[in-house]
């Protein structure tokens, strides 16, 4: 790089002196522009010492963008390249770990995955301008001292979870660089703070919003089925794309395709879930072989059920499976079954059943069966074709081998005896990728079940069981959170937890975390209507003419209103006769008249005492200062009648 006198620098970039340490001699800008990610490179360099730096500062944003012509001519001679996609994922995983916690109200939870950040930072050799300096010894001191607090009431509900000699691992790995101990450490903190890590799942759904837009007020076919099963390549097959595989014993691929859509969809022979967001493919049916159809259709890709990433995985899919349904104006459901999915003891096909349970778990019996089933298509794949009569077979199989509360499961046995009906030899679909000619005859047939109109009102939040169970815990250990936090009157943690937990739950539209919100919402009126009782019956006291209203008590008071006006904008159903303002004006209203029947002989350290109280009410509670004016005009008058 050709090197600049500090006065030429100073005259032709002036703006070098504001940009982040080590600028001036870097060598290399990242450039992601092939990537069409522009706020990659922005936000990344590299030094001279090949130490990639975040520059957070807004302004250095500007700047960069500002004099990015400068640093592009030969004079400088930088190097531009573009990042291997390794290298924007995990800047991806940077960005989202960092934003997980970076709105969180100081915590020992905020604290674990700050250290776990800086961590990474440090493992990836990544520099963060804002927490350039973080100093790590410092923020695992704080949190040995607290937990070392002899008060165990003052420790709090995630401090129990944090032992010294985990923090004292952690520290000693910090000066190592033993980056794989100080992750496990720091892993086993966090879950047992937290078993689900709900901003993932708030931050993934908002995620997902635009790939959903084009299903909106659209009749769609949307595809379902365990990670793995062959969704999508179901859909390339029936959105008109030719398959092909290099050998016998590979996995197909997507060869040729005049469908855009079809290129967004990722395919793979592995059990892990290639579909990370809803996928909508629009298909013209004169594309497809073998159709007789018009126009366009919609067929939907939703990530798999039961996903190998994890339950944050599970619960976001379901989530945008729900909102992709509801917004949509009718559904036709397609249950995509892998032969390679079974099971040993067909535990796949009774986790398939249970998925459309669950989807139609607000209907009557007599709804499913006679409305809704018939909305419902299972395509299989991945069968050899000798093995494709043995499909109802095993149909057969499952049914005489239910358990005993199978059996007593009226909708498990509606959904299996469907199932019993749609592969008899007569009904039932198999596709294969590369041997099918005419896959438009199972497109038409697919695209002729009678939909299910008002999808909002019959298809809900499906998910299975384990991912439901820790979803479960979760809220109850934000419970826990939120009724110490309120305790405690720590309103930012409390306020934090609250809404989060109402934003999850606005997500799920799941009945048992609405029952459970609503459950959090009673337990801390419970706690509160004590806490109103004794704020108001000690103001009361001190109210009283004879009384005196002090300093720490008129305060004490207000925070108590705040809280109060703190939960009922959060939503908290808190009835409206609680009401510490009108408490208050109701008895200076009562002390107002209990003077006016006065006369100049009455007592003068009554008077003194009202008046200060006059004084000291407007400086909390600046609403009642004109009546506390009027109050002390009377007062003056009565207390020169005493003289």
Same mark, same amino acid.
């Given at each position: ?35 069409? =990610? ?136 910090? =000066? ?10 720091? !892993? ?50 029936? !959105? !008109? ?108 096909? =009774? ?47 499952? *049914? ?39 896959? !438009? ?30 979803? =479960? ?58 806490? *109103? ?77 009202? *008046? ?32």
């Amino acid at each position: 790089m050709n090197s600049l006198s500090k006065e030429q620098n100073s005259r032709e970039n002036p703006t070098f002196a504001s940009l982040p340490p080590n600028f001036s001699s870097m060598i290399e800008i990242i450039n992601l522009s092939n990537l069409k =990610r522009p706020e990659f490179w922005r936000l990344l360099y590299k030094d001279n010492e090949g130490v990639t730096h975040i520059i957070s500062n807004e302004d250095n944003y500007k700047i960069l963008i500002q004099d990015f012509s400068l640093y592009r001519n030969d004079r400088f001679n930088f190097e531009f390249q573009d990042l291997s996609k390794s290298d924007v994922d995990l800047i991806e995983e940077m960005k989202d770990q960092k934003s997980g916690f970076s709105n969180m109200t100081a915590c020992p939870e905020k604290s674990l995955l700050t250290l776990e950040y800086i961590m990474k930072l440090k493992q990836a050799q990544i520099i963060d301008e804002e927490f350039f300096g973080f100093n790590v010894d410092r923020e695992i001191d704080n949190l040995e001292a607290r937990i070392s607090c002899k008060d165990s009431s003052s420790k709090g509900f995630q401090l129990k979870f944090i032992d010294r000699d985990s923090l004292l691992k952690i520290k000693n790995a910090f =000066r190592t660089e033993d980056w794989k101990s100080v992750s496990e450490s720091i !892993g086993k903190l966090v879950k047992q703070i937290r078993v689900l890590n709900i901003q993932k799942i708030i931050r993934r759904v908002k995620k997902s919003r635009s790939s959903r837009d084009l299903a909106t007020g659209q009749p769609l076919i949307s595809f379902y089925g365990q990670t793995g099963a062959g969704k999508s390549t179901a859909i390339q097959v029936l !959105g !008109g794309a030719e398959m092909a595989k290099e050998d016998s014993s590979d996995p197909v691929f997507l060869y040729k395709t005049k469908n855009k859509d079809l290129k967004k969809i990722t395919v793979s022979a592995s059990s892990k879930s290639e579909t990370k967001d809803v996928i909508c493919v629009r298909v013209n049916c004169n594309d497809v072989n073998g159709s007789e159809r018009k126009g366009q259709i919609i067929l939907v890709d939703f990530p798999g059920s039961n996903d190998t990433a994890g339950p944050e995985t599970n619960i976001a899919n379901a989530c945008n499976t729900r909102a992709v349904n509801h917004g949509s104006e009718s559904v036709v459901l397609v249950m995509v079954i892998s032969y390679l999915g079974n099971g040993d003891r067909l535990e796949g096909l =009774r986790k398939d059943i249970y998925f459309i349970k669950e989807m139609f778990s607000n209907l009557t019996l007599n709804a499913l069966k006679e409305n809704y089933l018939q909305s419902i298509q299972y395509l299989f794949t991945k069968y050899p074709k000798e093995k494709v009569p043995e499909v109802h077979n095993l149909f057969e199989t499952l *049914y005489k081998d239910m358990s005993v509360e199978e059996r007593a499961d009226e909708k498990f046995v509606a959904i299996l005896n469907d199932l019993l009906e749609k592969t008899k030899p007569s009904q039932i679909m198999v596709i294969d990728p590369i041997g099918d000619e005419y896959p !438009g005859k199972i497109l038409d047939r697919i695209a002729e079940t009678r939909p299910i109109f008002r999808p909002d009102e019959v298809l809900q939040f499906a998910l299975d069981e384990k991912s439901r169970e820790i979803m =479960r815990e979760q809220i109850l250990i934000h419970k826990a959170v939120i009724i110490e936090a309120l305790s405690k009157s720590d309103f930012d943690l409390f306020q934090y937890k609250l809404e989060e937990l109402q934003c999850f739950e606005e997500l799920v539209g799941d009945k048992m975390v609405e029952e459970m919100l609503k459950k959090c919402f009673k337990d801390i009126l419970k706690h509160e209507t004590n806490s *109103y009782d004794q704020s108001r019956n000690k103001i009361n006291l001190s109210m009283k003419e004879e009384n005196t209203l002090t300093e720490k008590e008129i305060e004490e008071y207000k925070k108590a209103d705040f809280k109060l006006k703190t939960l009922r904008n959060l939503g908290v159903p808190i009835c409206d006769d609680v009401d510490l303002v009108a408490n208050l004006e109701s008895q200076i209203d009562n002390l107002f008249q209990s003077l006016g029947i006065k006369n100049s002989g009455e007592n003068s350290s009554i008077i003194k005492s009202t *008046y200060k109280k006059m004084k000291l009410i407007p400086k909390h509670f600046p609403e009642f200062e004109k009546k506390c004016q009027t109050i002390d005009l009377h007062l003056q008058n009565l207390f020169e009648k005493s003289c």
